[in-house]
């Protein structure tokens, strides 16, 4: 099956920094979405974006298809931002292929 | 509904035990997806269901793992024979269709095999 890499595994900043998270395919693909799973286990969806840049608020996003990669910017985070970001691909129009996951601590 | 809806939020049972886990997707969505968590780790895929076609059963872990999709719409996840190793998070996701559209999490039920 297709592989999702994601990276950093782990963050820490402190609050009002920026971050980037990134999310490798070994494939090309579908459909590649970002979610946030807050402490509370609820996954939330961040972004449907299987090409170009998108931005919502204080996140933003931009995939690469043609290099199989995917970016999710976070400017001036909060404490609320804590928590797994996941970056999910679907290969063949079939299933969901999840990354690892960026466990996130934003301090405050 | 609004939401995917997942029922129960939470339930404990004893090894051995079988047990019903419930979906009600977003009215009028046609795929289905059921995901496994276990703590800490990433989503693991289970099954998919699309319309009427025979669902993709290849993320099943093991026959004692079974699910259905009656009507198009609610779906219903059981593991008989319950072992410790199935405790985990259960995650339903629904989207209208299995193209360029997003996919919509339940809240999960949280499973734990004593």
């Known amino acids: 099956g297709i592989q999702v890499e994601q990276s950093p595994p782990d963050l820490i900043l402190q609050e009002g920094a920026n971050s980037t998270l990134r999310c490798n395919f070994s494939?090309?693909?579908?459909?590649l979405q970002w979610f946030h799973q807050n402490p509370w286990g609820q996954l939330i969806n961040l972004f449907y974006?299987?090409?170009g840049t998108k931005q919502n608020g204080r996140l933003s996003a931009t995939t690469v298809a043609t290099e199989r990669y995917s970016l999710l910017y976070i400017s001036s985070s909060q404490t609320t931002d804590s928590g797994v970001y996941f970056c999910?691909?679907?290969?063949?129009?079939?299933?969901?292929?999840f990354g690892s996951g960026t466990k996130l601590n934003v301090k405050p | 509904g609004a939401g995917v809806s997942q029922s129960p939020s939470n339930k404990v049972t004893e090894k051995g035990k079988d047990v019903e886990l419930r979906c009600d997707p977003i009215?009028?969505?046609?795929?289905l997806y059921w995901y496994r968590q276990s703590l800490g780790q990433g989503l693991e895929f289970l099954i998919y269901?699309?319309?009427?076609?025979?669902?993709?059963k290849s993320g099943l872990p093991s026959d004692r793992f079974s699910a259905e999709r009656t009507g198009g719409s609610v779906s219903t996840l059981t593991i008989q024979r319950t072992q410790q190793e199935d405790s985990a998070v259960y995650l339903c996701?629904?989207?209208?269709?299995?193209?360029?559209?997003?996919?919509?999490f339940g809240s999960g039920t949280r499973l734990t095999v004593v």
């Open positions: 996701a629904s989207s209208l269709s299995a193209g360029p559209s997003g996919y919509t």
């Open positions: 494939d090309s693909v579908n459909n």
């Open positions: 974006i299987p090409s």
């Open positions: 999910a691909v679907i290969y063949n129009f079939n299933k969901f292929y």
């Open positions: 009215s009028g969505h046609t795929a």
């Open positions: 269901f699309q319309g009427n076609s025979a669902p993709d």
